[in-house]
Each structure stands twice: as C-alpha cells, then as structure tokens.
C-alpha cells in the first residue's frame, strides 16, 4: 500500500519535539490531514543490580501533574546513537555507569498522534559513575526488589506504560519474579 505525503508544514518547533501537519493521500484516493508530535526517539533502561534489586526513579512529569514512579530513561540527542544515549542516561538518573547494555527490544510509545522510538536496555554490571542530571530533570533514584515492583505494576503504583512494557521484555533476565 502507497501512502503519499501531498504537504508537510512545521507548525511548532520546541526544544525536545516538534509538532507537524501533514496532508496524505491514501492508496483509494481520498485524502487525510494529521498533526502529530515529531520526536527524535528516546531510550528506558532497566538497571539491575548484582543483587537483583532493580533501579526505579520518581520523577516530576508536569503533564500528569505529579510525581510518576519510572524506570530511567531519556531523550536521543541529535547525532546520538541509542546505546550511546542508554550510557549517558544511566548515569544521569541514577548515577551509575553499566558495564553492560544489552537492547531487550524496541516499539512505538505512541503511534497515534507521535512518531517516537523507543529503545529498551538491560543495564547490569552497575558501578557508582554519577552526572550531572538535565536542569529540567526533578528526580529520586530509588532501588526495590523485582517483587516489588511488580507488585506495584498490579496495584497501579507503577502507571507509565514504557516502564511496564520494559519490565515485560526484562521479564527473563529477573532473578525472581
């Protein structure tokens, strides 16, 4: 199936995502107008430590007009490769380095209404290597057991949907849970 873009406009350019209005035509002729959030991809880690305990955020997420309890992760910088964005993330949000990222998988946050990536890493081998978080970042690292987390998956503690789908691909490499 052929889907033609007719006309393509920038209708907000903002510092992390831009806002487009495209004008497409379907492959039986008729013709659609969509406004999407054009999004460069970002990245969510699980980091796991030795023990097995696994390595969560509470972050300040305006939008949702409060804290939300995460799994770090973070937006691709232009020219930044997702591995390259998953080491520098890491130490950011949780100020850590991991020895080893390994990619668990990939998907569409949101498909209808943004064209952003996701890439997800299992972050192990973890060693006290801290940066300086984004000046916009308002965040607390905080370590729980995998029971615990999934126990706050099922009682809705846990309520953004990369971490839960990470979680999911990270499922195997859980030493309970």
Known sequence: MDFEILTSEEIFKGRVF??????????????????????????????IEEDGNIWLVRQYRHPTGGLLLELPAGTLEKGETPMQCASREVREEIGRAAGELRNLGEFFLAPGYSSEYMYVFLATQLA??????DVDEY????LHSVVEVWKMVENGEIRDAKTIAALSLARPFFKTG
Do not use: C, K, M
């Open 18 to 47: 831009d806002v487009l209005r495209q004008q497409v035509r379907y492959p039986d002729g008729r013709v659609a107008d969509f406004e999407f959030v054009s999004h460069n991809g970002a990245v969510t880690l699980v980091p």
């Open 128 to 133: 006290l290597d801290p940066l300086l978080p």
């Open 139 to 142: 965040l607390e690292a905080e």
